[in-house]
């Protein structure tokens, strides 16, 4: 049996490709996918400007499957079960792998980028990296469990999340997630800005609790307002440039903590001498491992998280670079685009 794959050939062109379905092996899934979510990183990707990713490379980490077939000595999955992939390849022998880091792998691979992704209407993967999604959640919010996870472990990077005040700058998809994620384990108070009265007007329907636009208001005043003289007790990094990790320093309470979240297109240039006279810790987040997989889908089941509002069109397969040209002339305004992998024409 023949399908469908997607290939990104250069940057900005796609084609598709007539393979084989995979033979079912032991201890791996037959997945049917049916939503792939593009994500910032894609774009990258698209525009040729992605630094570990070289053409051709079938894209899509972000997705929600059907399962189709197990292989032999496969457990805990059934037939028609709804689940989504953690697109990590690891080596399991370095220092962080040994010590339950695996997100840190030395040889980190990730399926969409260094890696074939999941891009296809069929895909074969081993049982260890297929996580369950409980049949009342919906195929677009099984899509959405992997970037979800990903500010799931961001939170986590602040233990002492429970009860803090949290500055996010970025109110993207991933700091829109993130701040949800924050309120779900315990925050006290989550301030978000950014310079899209669209974007904070989502965040604001999904409960955040303070929403700035840093065109009218500068981010330290906003601080001020939201927090007091004590300010903020973390802010997070979500927009990833030299103006707001600037704004972070500038901004930020004597001795709490900086988290880097988004990805740096670029040579930081930010005062590192306000860094070390404030002794500020700065950290960062990368990626997430299983058990941020689980209480993601855990905090989206119970109602804690909500996933569809940020999802702004849906794209049949065939129309895949369509998709990334959408986003490409909305990108004020545009969130979550999701792939319907299972449905090829309009």
Known sequence: ?????????????????????????????LLRIHRIGVCGSDIHVYHGTHPFTSYPVTQGHELSAEVVELGEGVTGFSVG????????????????????KYNLCEKLKVMGFQDTGLASEYFLVDQAKVTPIPEGLSYDEGAMIEPLA????????????????????????IG????????????????????????????????????????????EDAVL???????????????????????????????S???????????????????????LDLNTSMMYRHEDYVQAIDWVNEGKIQLKPLISKH??????????QYIDENREGVMKVIIDVDRWEE
Do not use: W
């Not at 049996?1 to 899934?29: C, D, H, N, Y």
């Not at 997070?236 to 901004?251: E, K, P, R, T, V």
């Open 225 to 255: 307002d939201a927090f007091g003289p004590d300010r903020a007790d973390v802010i997070y990094d979500c927009a990833g440039n030299d103006i707001s990790m600037g704004q972070a320093i500038a901004s930020a309470r004597k001795g």
């Open 81 to 100: 079960q709804k689940v989504t992939v953690e697109p990590q390849i690891v080596c399991g022998q370095c220092y962080p792998c040994r010590h339950g």
């Open 150 to 173: 990903v500010t799931v472990h961001a939170a986590r990077r602040f233990p002492e999340i429970c009860g803090a005040n949290v500055a996010i700058l970025g109110a993207g998809p």
């Open 257 to 279: 903590t900086i988290i880097l979240v988004a990805v740096f297109g670029k040579m930081a240039n930010v005062d590192l001498a306000v860094l070390n006279d404030h002794e």
């Open 176 to 219: 829109i997630l993130l701040a949800q994620s924050c309120k779900a384990a315990g925050a006290r108070k989550v301030m978000i800005t950014d310079i899209s009265d669209l974007r904070l007007g989502i965040a604001k329907g999904l409960g955040v609790d303070v929403t700035v636009n840093t065109k009218n208001l500068p981010f």
């Open 1 to 29: 049996m023949m399908m469908r794959q997607q290939v990104m050939t250069s940057p900005k062109q796609i084609e598709f490709r007539s393979v084989s379905v995979p033979a079912v092996q032991p201890g791996k899934l």
């Open 315 to 324: 794209f049949p397969f065939s129309k895949y670079l369509d998709a990334y």
